[in-house]
């Protein structure tokens, strides 16, 4: 019997991830059942429970998924001496990780951000998921921080607010978004970077070493 490549089991895997999320955007998680995704992905059950045991584990892989692209873009900033100001990253990390998502669309619209909002909502009852997520933004917020402290070792940043605290607002501010969007609709993240700058512009006292 012949040996099944890694790319071969990589793009399946893919697939069937791909094809959860786009069942879970349209249904909602409890509305959709594992025949649903075998439907969608057009596999058979031994197919996908090779991958994944059930809906919980599809969830989470599509939740680490995510939380690791968006991590992977603060920690390469985090290496640039020093990293780009706030919004210009924020703003380039969330259009990187919206335009990997946009092929993911129910009636034409994206439905990435509506799906971020109910795996946020999944995560009240569902400690697995929720244990996911805390890593997941743990370590989004721990890049953050790195950066932060880049900001006030260069002196672009008052540096008597300890970096967790602006890691987290920075956070804030990029789930507000995706919020909005889910929302109200799609909107660019140049809008974003833009209200962001202007808040930056503000004068008041530096807090330089």
């Known amino acids: 019997m012949a040996r099944v490549s890694q790319a071969h089991l990589d793009a399946r895997r893919r697939?069937?991830?791909?094809?959860?999320?786009?069942?879970?955007?349209?249904n909602g998680f409890h509305a959709t059942s594992m025949q649903d995704v075998l439907k969608e992905v057009d596999l058979s059950a031994g197919a996908v429970y090779r991958y994944f045991s059930g809906k919980e584990e599809l969830i989470a892989a599509i939740v680490g998924e995510v939380l690791g692209q968006v991590r992977d873009g603060f920690e390469e900033a985090a290496r640039a001496t020093p990293p780009?100001?706030?919004?210009?990253?924020?703003?380039s990390v969330l259009g990187r990780v919206l335009a990997a998502k946009e092929s993911l669309t129910v009636d034409g619209r994206p439905a990435f951000p509506g799906l971020v909002i109910q795996v946020w909502a999944e995560t009240i009852r569902n400690e697995e998921l929720s244990a996911v997520l805390r890593e997941g933004y743990g370590a989004v917020r721990g890049a953050w921080a790195r950066i932060v402290g880049e900001y006030q070792d260069a002196g672009m940043m008052r540096s008597d607010v300890p970096p967790e605290h602006v890691a987290r607002t920075m956070m804030a501010a990029a789930m507000g978004f995706l919020a909005q969007q889910a929302l109200f609709g799609p909107t660019s993240a140049d809008e974003l970077a833009a209200g962001l700058r202007a808040l930056m512009s503000m004068g008041g006292d530096s807090g330089t070493r």
């Not at 697939?15 to 349209?26: E, K």
């Not at 780009?84 to 703003?91: E, K, Y």
């Open 15 to 26: 697939q069937i991830i791909d094809g959860a999320a786009l069942c879970f955007a349209r």
């Open 84 to 91: 780009p100001s706030p919004d210009v990253l924020v703003a």
